[in-house]
Structure formats: C-alpha cells, structure tokens
C-alpha cells in the first residue's frame, strides 16, 4: 500500500514495527504513547490505535499505568512457528501448485528477486512475507492466509535479525530459496517445491 493512502494510525504501526524489527527497541524497554507522539508529532489516538493493533498481534504486551514492552520470543516460539509453517504450507503447496497461473510464477518470481538484490531490512521482511503470503493465496483459503500473516509476524522479530546477522557474515538472507520453490511449481514437481521450502525455512531453525 502506498504511503500516501495508508491511515495516520498505519504510518505510525508501520514506524513501529520498523523499529521492533530492526532491533531499535529491546525486550527490556519500556515504550509510552508519550515517546511516540512526541517522536512522530502526531496526536494520542493514532499511535494508541498503532500500539492496540500491534497488542492484539502479540507483538507487544501492555503494561497498566507503565506503557508497552515487546512480547518475549522463546526458542520454544520460534521453533513451534517453524513446524507449524512447515506443515501449513506444505499442504498450500499442493493447493498452489494446481491454481498458479503464469501471472502468479512471474510475481512470486519478481517478489524473489527483490528480495534477493535489497540491502534494506524492511524490505527483506516486506518481500520475503509478501511471497510466502502470496504462495498462501493461491490456495484460495482466507483462513489460511489471515492465520500464516499472524504467525509471521510473531516470528519477525527474531527473522529480522537472523537476516542481519547474515548479511554482517556475507551471507545471503531468508529468501535464497524462493525462485527454486517457483521454478519447482512451474515444473509441476509437488515434493522439490516441498523440499525448497524446508531449505527456506531451515536456516532459521539451525541459527536459532
């Protein structure tokens, strides 16, 4: 969504996020909505509705007469997300795999391929959960979908800085395996797609 058509309650979410992501805020902060309307120059209501929503995500908790703190991220969590995107989107897989069309490939492939060339961690976590979103849709399951989005984002945190922490080793991020998962579908060969999605996801298992 472009900038100039989001809400002034998305804007400051997405400010938010941003700095959760990339590390600005640790486990042990305490965030006010005061910081924030003075940081973004914006009034109470947008940045209370930025902070509920980002509540109701599990990605902060709210501390009564204190402010918010980010939610813990346990290796239990991160490990217990991974299985459970395992299975969900091995069986979108076999959903996707029949409902694809070449419009689908070719922006499953332009999303790969942003992903692979940006230095910026927004963008990385932006392509990299637009992609996965994207193979999730074409198993025409909203559920599904709405469901894999929010366990995403409980896991991006952690996501962010494992791709940090592979660019700062000259490694490549998260998304190295997304073009293989496309051009596996587009052979019409189920279990290689399936293969380069547990390659995709295990690096986040093996680092942790």
Same mark, same amino acid.
């Given at each position: 969504?472009? &900038?100039?058509?989001?809400?002034?309650?998305?804007?400051? *979410? %997405?400010?938010?996020?941003?700095?959760?992501?990339?590390?600005?805020? &640790?486990?042990?902060?305490?965030? @006010?909505?005061? %910081?924030?309307?003075? &940081?973004?120059?914006?009034?109470?209501?947008?940045?209370?509705?930025?902070?509920?929503?980002?509540?109701?995500?599990?990605?902060?908790?709210?501390?009564?007469?204190?402010?918010?703190?980010?939610?813990?991220?346990?290796?239990?969590?991160?490990?217990?997300?991974?299985?459970?995107?395992?299975?969900?989107?091995?069986?979108?897989?076999?959903?996707?795999?029949?409902?694809?069309?070449? +419009?689908? *490939?070719?922006?499953?492939?332009?999303?790969?391929?942003?992903?692979?060339?940006? @230095?910026?961690?927004?963008?990385?976590?932006?392509?990299?959960?637009?992609?996965?979103?994207?193979?999730?849709?074409?198993? %025409?399951?909203?559920?599904? @979908?709405?469901?894999?989005?929010? @366990?995403? +984002?409980?896991?991006?945190?952690?996501?962010?800085?494992?791709?940090? /922490?592979? /660019?700062?080793?000259?490694?490549?991020?998260?998304?190295?395996?997304?073009?293989?998962?496309?051009?596996?579908?587009?052979?019409?060969?189920?279990?290689?797609?399936?293969?380069?999605?547990?390659? %995709?996801?295990?690096?986040? +298992?093996?680092?942790?």
């Amino acid at each position: 969504m472009k &900038k100039g058509r989001m809400t002034l309650k998305d804007q400051v *979410y %997405d400010s938010i996020y941003h700095d959760i992501i990339s590390g600005y805020y &640790k486990e042990t902060d305490i965030i @006010t909505e005061g %910081d924030l309307i003075r &940081k973004y120059e914006v009034s109470k209501s947008p940045v209370r509705e930025a902070l509920i929503a980002l509540c109701n995500e599990n990605v902060l908790r709210s501390l009564p007469r204190l402010g918010y703190q980010l939610v813990t991220v346990s290796r239990k969590d991160v490990l217990d997300i991974l299985e459970y995107r395992i299975l969900v989107e091995s069986y979108v897989l076999e959903k996707a795999i029949v409902n694809a069309k070449e +419009k689908d *490939y070719r922006y499953l492939e332009e999303l790969a391929e942003k992903a692979k060339k940006t @230095t910026d961690i927004n963008e990385s976590m932006q392509f990299n959960e637009e992609f996965h979103l994207c193979l999730c849709g074409l198993a %025409d399951n909203e559920h599904l @979908t709405k469901m894999l989005e929010i @366990t995403m +984002k409980k896991c991006n945190r952690y996501s962010a800085q494992h791709i940090l /922490w592979s /660019w700062e080793r000259g490694r490549e991020g998260m998304p190295s395996y997304h073009r293989e998962i496309v051009l596996a579908m587009e052979a019409g060969d189920l279990e290689l797609a399936k293969k380069m999605l547990l390659e %995709d996801l295990k690096p986040l +298992k093996e680092d942790f």
